[in-house]
DNA sequence: GTGAAAGCGCTAACAG
DNA sequence: CTGTTAGCGCTTTCAC
């Protein structure tokens, strides 16, 4: 720990005021006359003085700081969250604390505490399992500001987040719209329990009236580059005739895309694809991506708002609300025209 | 803040025993029999009892906490070295602060200055300008444990970094062994005092005779594919005859690769492009990227190695030492080949 | 074996 | 206007 470290008594015995006056003179407290202050805050100044959060979190009952808990902070969706939440936190006077559970509920159930443990007057959580939240409700319980950034209306926690099912229902149907009827998914996330976009997808089948055909399902385990090339393989290995294919993120598409460069397939001629989360190498790869866009800015924003106001909330604690923020397609070359048979894949 | 914070007091209280002993059989001291222990523990758990982190860390005069500075966590290298140490440090019992400085000195101060509020034991920094780091030297100075991880051999303060001139320096004698002769620059950070790699740059050519040309290097003032893209507008309208392009980033190289896409220019045959940090879409690009790569790991561990045992450090305070980690190349298809005269651009 | 008392650095209530 | 006192929840002597 550092060297020097001035307290308020030190600046005390110094100028001769007392503990009290430096604490309310370094405040800014009107009680204090400017003369006083200026004595002090020049002393202060002169001893390099930093007030020492601890000590006053520990009287205030508040550290002033927000714990921010992801799945993988590499997925670049969750750094810009990450990136975004900073941003605004600091701006509010928060410090953020971040975790990454790395999709394992014991690891998130381990963050949370030690977050707990640190007293965070809140936090923000991307559980790995968007159906395993007890742990989380119980917190919510007990009056912790908490808020998902996923999650389903009827969680019983406040949560703020994008509508999956509704992006997914909407890059389905404007594939469908386009032309398409083969259409694959491409879809990670199934083994945690994150079936929304599946559930997109299957509604706007359905309201098309196309069947839904579990052949041209691809179950990645994983969600980068290197899964969505390996899903592609295994597509291609089904003879299904997807003349387009939907991912549930964008480095999954960008794995399909480079899937199809290295085999020869036309993108979008012969086979479409559509991405989800519109991250910024999306817009820049070889075929620039059609995407399900993700509004962090909107999203953190709501999120951070919510919960300092559940902070800030004393005895009237509010009953959890759900904002799902509906995303808009991002369309770009990758599903660019209408589809005109001629099939290359499957 | 939550409601029913359990204290050490109310344990004591239910068990009849003190606050002391309480305390002591809970942190497993030899001194408390297993009986008293057992019954303390049981209504511990009862009682849903976490401990008072701040309070802890006013007494310990520790908190338990590192701060990492990064200049921008969008960076996908940074994103992936805060992965790294958020990791590492937390197997060691941290918790990691994260704050970025948005590449701007006044920030950094600030984000610094609250580190030490918090009381951070010990801080991680990437500094936004290479050059300018009187006020971390002045924390060195203080006792405080500070290590950065970017620096040169020079700054009198403790550094774990890629040794970036030696990686630009293999980068770009890699192109001329290829037979390059006209090797361009897309170099960001300049403005920023960042000069490592086109020193490196320069060493190489200047170590094969080739003499440096103001044409080939282009300052881009971002970092991002947009500016990759931009540069190479820039570069191709200078009718500078280069054969290949070294980007000081990864993010850079990709936009100039779509530049080529977009331009009908093939990449390597009519251009060769190198990167630089390796990150992940740089293996999974369209033309598989050449890069130097940074390796992460390596780097964060040393560096976390580094400030820890200055935290635990009592009177023998160390002199700074500076440890530049060696690149390697990751060549890949965007430099395959030996060069054939046959320049597309300029 | 266990408890009482002091103190970490700060804020807040209350005197004067 | 300023100082005194108490206390936040914990650890650490030092008695008993």
Redesign the pocket.
Known sequence: MAKS?A???DIAQQT??????V??A??GSP???DE?RRQIVEMADKMN?L??Q???S????ETRSIGLVLTDITNPVLTAVAQAVELELSRLGYITLFATSNNQLDLERKVIETFRQRRADGMLIFPCNHRQIDHIRKLRARNYPVVLLVGDPDAGVDAVCMDERAGAFKATTYLIDSGHRRIALIHSGGENGNFEKLDGYKMALAAAGIPFDPDLLVASRGHDVRNGFGAMETLSGRTTGATAVFCSNDSLALGALRFCTVRGISVPRDLAIFGFDNIEFAEHAATALSSVNYDIEAITGLAIERVISLINAKAEWPAPRVTLVEPDLVIRESTAGQWRPASRIG
């Open positions: 470290a307290r308020l008594k001769g005021f007392s503990v009290n006056t604490s309310l370094l405040r009680r204090i006359p006083t003085y007030p020492n601890v000590a006053k520990l009287v205030m009952k």
